[in-house]
Antibody, heavy 116, light 107 residues
Framework: EVQLVESGGGLVQPGGSLRLSCAAS????????MSWVRQAPGKGLEWVAN????????YYVDSVKGRFTISRDNAKNSLYLQMNSLRAEDTAVYYC?????????WGQGTLVTVSS | AIRMTQSPSSFSASTGDRVTITCRAS??????LAWYQQKPGKAPKLLIY???TLQSGVPSRFSGSGSGTDFTLTISCLQSEDFATYYC?????????FGGGTKVEIK
């Protein structure tokens, strides 16, 4: 059974940093692109970033470029999102998802709140 | 970035109704389109990919069609468990943008 479990969310002040993790199991992690998608409270879905199987390609939505970094550790079956210079508008539930092109499996999400 | 526009943004329907949701891309995306269902407090669930391919385990009352810029998601006979919000997403070019969502409510 495919499982994706996010962690690392919490309350952080504007300008602060946070690192999200996503632990994958039930599939060959190193064979798939992986993505992060976020959802602000009461709002729609926003694709944030994705990363190729070997980490050699990464893509980001413009609003996070230069502030967020996606990475992965295939030996640990883990996906990460390093978030720096956080803003109030980054407040959202962050989901990791398996990305064979469409997003076929999703984690339960982790809430990031940026507030003073 | 490609803009995805869904219509309507919300509507009310009854169990047994046939419902159609539309998604329009601001430029051609071939068939690189997926549909997701999301219920309150839950993660989205993939329903359809490649515009018309049903994800494994998804009931056959769901269907998708379209290519280029215009796409539709149809639920042939609405069930109680189908009341949710539906999103389209293009994965033709980066960023992989979502539509704004369509909330299907009980009439």
């Amino acid at each position: 059974e495919v499982q994706l479990v996010e962690s690392g969310g919490g309350l952080v002040q504007p300008g602060g940093s946070l690192r999200l993790s996503c632990a994958a199991s039930g599939f060959t992690f190193s064979s798939y692109w992986m993505s992060w998608v976020r959802q602000a409270p009461g709002k729609g879905l926003e694709w944030v970033a994705n990363i190729k199987q070997d980490g050699s390609e990464k893509y980001y939505v413009d609003s996070v470029k230069g502030r967020f970094t996606i990475s992965r550790d295939n030996a640990k079956n883990s996906l990460y999102l390093q978030m720096n210079s956080l803003r109030a508008e980054d407040t959202a539930v962050y989901y990791c998802a398996r990305d064979p092109s469409e997003l076929d499996y999703w984690g339960q999400g982790t809430l990031v709140t940026v507030s003073s | 970035a490609i803009r995805m526009t869904q219509s309507p943004s919300s509507f009310s329907a009854s169990t047994g109704d046939r419902v159609t949701i539309t998604c329009r891309a601001s430029q051609g995306i071939s068939s690189y389109l997926a549909w997701y269902q999301q219920k309150p407090g839950k993660a989205p669930k993939l329903l359809i990919y490649a515009a018309s391919t049903l994800q494994s385990g998804v009931p056959s009352r769901f269907s998708g069609s379209g290519s280029g810029t215009d796409f539709t998601l149809t639920i042939s006979c609405l069930q109680s468990e189908d009341f949710a919000t539906y999103y389209c997403q293009q994965y033709y070019s980066y960023p992989h943008t979502f539509g704004g969502g369509t909330k299907v409510e009980i009439k």
